[in-house]
């Protein structure tokens, strides 16, 4: 079963934030899936856009592509922060993360 099969998203879009509140630095996320987090000079965690853009405003998102979903939800059940959520684009509602219902 894939990761978006045991979601219930099948062909939604995704997107994914992270709480810098949270975050402790451990580049775990960075090392799942560096196309879409990097840690910053603060030592902390952020999403990129799909330009390799560092996106530092609080609580940007930046869309989940297809390929590295896998890696995305990796990183939020692994992250000993708690720190990173991952939600459909249409209804904001978490799939993934710890608000995840």
Do not use: N
């Not at 045991?6 to 997107?15: H, M, T």
């Not at 996320?29 to 990097?38: D, G, H, K, L, N």
């Not at 902390?44 to 530092?56: P, R």
């Amino acid at each position: 079963m894939s990761v978006q099969q045991e979601a219930g998203v099948d062909g939604e879009e995704l997107e994914v934030w992270i709480d810098q509140d949270l975050c402790t630095g451990d580049g775990i996320c960075a090392q799942y899936a560096p196309e879409v987090f990097e840690l910053d000079i603060d030592g902390l965690a952020y999403v990129k856009s799909s330009d390799d853009e560092l996106l530092q405003a609080k609580g940007a998102t930046t869309p989940v592509p297809l390929p590295l979903l896998t890696d995305v939800v990796e990183s939020a059940k692994d992250c000993p922060g708690d720190c990173i959520h991952v939600r459909r684009v249409s209804d904001k509602v978490e799939i993934f993360g710890p608000d995840a219902a």
